[in-house]
């Protein structure tokens, strides 16, 4: 594991908590968390369950990701990205994640991952590589909606993002190949 921090270099912002029935901080991401489709043994590529509380006042939308900066990329490796979540939403149900998922709110939008694939994929550090850790963040901003194409990257979307956050919610789960 490396030291990058993912927010070292971004301006700081008030934080707020949030919270997981699926993970704890810290703690190494379950089976249902873990990837399938990139071939780990009883993984389902379920995105945790999350609550978040404590956003600051004004609040208007949300944007989580899970991204993972340990990744052998030079660049990282985004999981998963979800924009414009109405301000009233607190939760996201595990699975929430799933392709065309009807549990997301329905302002939500899904963005490409780093596979392509606009749902959430689950972790999957490559063998020898290592513990990684998937940052869970719950951004909280002043807009009801960001002005992106439903084809934006998530790099594209921290761009887009960071002149609007208000607020940030962060837990870290991990995995490791031998996990």
């Given at each position: 594991?490396?030291?990058?921090?993912?927010?070292a270099?971004?301006?700081?912002?008030?934080?707020?908590?949030?919270t997981?029935?699926?993970?704890?901080?810290?703690?190494?991401?379950?089976?249902?968390?873990?990837?399938?489709?990139?071939?780990?043994?009883?993984g389902?590529?379920?995105?945790?369950?999350?609550?978040?509380?404590?956003?600051?006042?004004?609040?208007?939308?949300?944007?989580?990701?899970?991204?993972?900066?340990?990744?052998?990329?030079?660049?990282?490796?985004?999981?998963?990205?979800?924009?414009?979540?109405?301000?009233?939403?607190?939760?996201?149900?595990?699975?929430?994640?799933?392709?065309?998922?009807?549990?997301?709110?329905?302002?939500?939008?899904?963005?490409?991952?780093?596979?392509?694939?606009?749902?959430?994929?689950?972790?999957?550090?490559?063998?020898?590589?290592?513990?990684?850790?998937?940052?869970i963040?719950?951004?909280?901003?002043?807009?009801?909606?960001?002005?992106?194409?439903?084809?934006?990257?998530?790099?594209?979307?921290?761009?887009?993002?960071?002149?609007?956050?208000?607020?940030?919610?962060?837990?870290?789960?991990?995995?490791?190949?031998?996990?």
């Amino acid at each position: 594991m490396t030291d990058n921090d993912p927010f070292a270099r971004l301006p700081e912002v008030p934080s707020f908590a949030v919270t997981s029935s699926s993970t704890s901080h810290g703690a190494a991401l379950a089976r249902a968390q873990r990837s399938g489709l990139f071939g780990v043994a009883g993984g389902r590529d379920r995105s945790p369950q999350l609550s978040w509380t404590g956003a600051p006042d004004g609040t208007k939308s949300y944007v989580v990701t899970v991204y993972d900066p340990d990744a052998p990329t030079g660049s990282g490796f985004w999981h998963w990205a979800v924009a414009d979540i109405p301000a009233t939403t607190n939760t996201l149900e595990e699975g929430a994640g799933a392709p065309d998922s009807a549990a997301l709110p329905h302002a939500a939008r899904q963005l490409r991952n780093d596979a392509g694939l606009s749902h959430y994929l689950g972790a999957a550090p490559p063998d020898g590589h290592g513990r990684h850790r998937y940052y869970i963040t719950v951004n909280a901003l002043d807009v009801e909606r960001l002005d992106i194409p439903d084809d934006a990257t998530p790099a594209f979307l921290g761009f887009a993002l960071s002149e609007h956050i208000v607020g940030r919610a962060v837990l870290i789960g991990t995995a490791d190949a031998s996990d």
